[in-house]
């Protein structure tokens, strides 16, 4: 839950934040600031992140009806989502594969869950299950949201659908890899453990 958190914080704080950089709408820096904290701090996600987790904290108790349904719509959420994944690609099909997506899949895919191990051997010394945990995070294909960030700016939309079918049918090999590594004891949690 820690990882989903902080990744769509990450994440919609700092697309527009890149997209204003970027210059797809130009304007003086004081607005183009303004309109930035303002996308953060009103983005749908962001809201129903902090709402989770003042929620969790405040250990909130919902009426049961109320409980019960959004245990239904929990259960519901992922479902959904591979359908709207499956709907989205197939209302976009690709005309033509974009050159750099199997590249960026490459990088997505196997470069990413290594340097996360990389980086976490570097910065200490952490338990497995935490290591194995952001490699596997790490090691999943784009999701549905770059797709949706991509319609929201009207940038690289046909890149993100296609990035969202080649990396789904790709990870079904790598992260299967990863979680057969991992269980087999050939992927070490620490690459530097002497120190």
């Not at 690709?94 to 980086?119: D, G, N, T």
């Not at 990870?171 to 530097?192: A, C, K, N, Q």
């Amino acid at each position: 839950m820690l990882i989903f958190v902080f990744d769509n914080l990450l994440l919609f704080s700092l697309i527009p934040f890149l997209m204003a950089l970027a210059g797809v709408e130009k304007k003086s820096m004081l607005e183009t600031a303004r309109d930035v904290a303002w996308k953060v701090v009103t983005h749908p996600f962001n809201i129903a992140t902090v709402l989770g987790v003042l929620a969790a904290v405040t250990k909130l108790q919902l009426p049961s009806a109320l409980d019960k349904m959004t245990i239904w719509l929990s259960g519901a959420a992922a479902p959904c989502a591979l359908f709207l994944l499956g709907v989205t690609v197939a209302i976009r099909p690709m005309q033509k594969m974009p050159p750099e997506v199997p590249a960026l899949m490459f990088i997505k895919l196997i470069v990413h869950p290594l340097l996360i191990l990389l980086l976490l051997s570097i910065m200490g010394d952490f338990p497995p299950a935490w290591v194995y945990a952001g490699m596997v995070m790490a090691a999943l294909p784009p999701a549905l949201n770059i797709f949706v960030i991509s319609t929201q700016y009207g940038v690289g939309i046909e890149r993100a659908s296609a990035s969202i079918l080649v990396g789904t049918i790709a990870s079904m090999v790598t992260l299967t890899l990863f979680l057969w590594l991992i269980r087999e004891g050939y992927m070490p949690h620490d690459l530097f453990p002497s120190r």
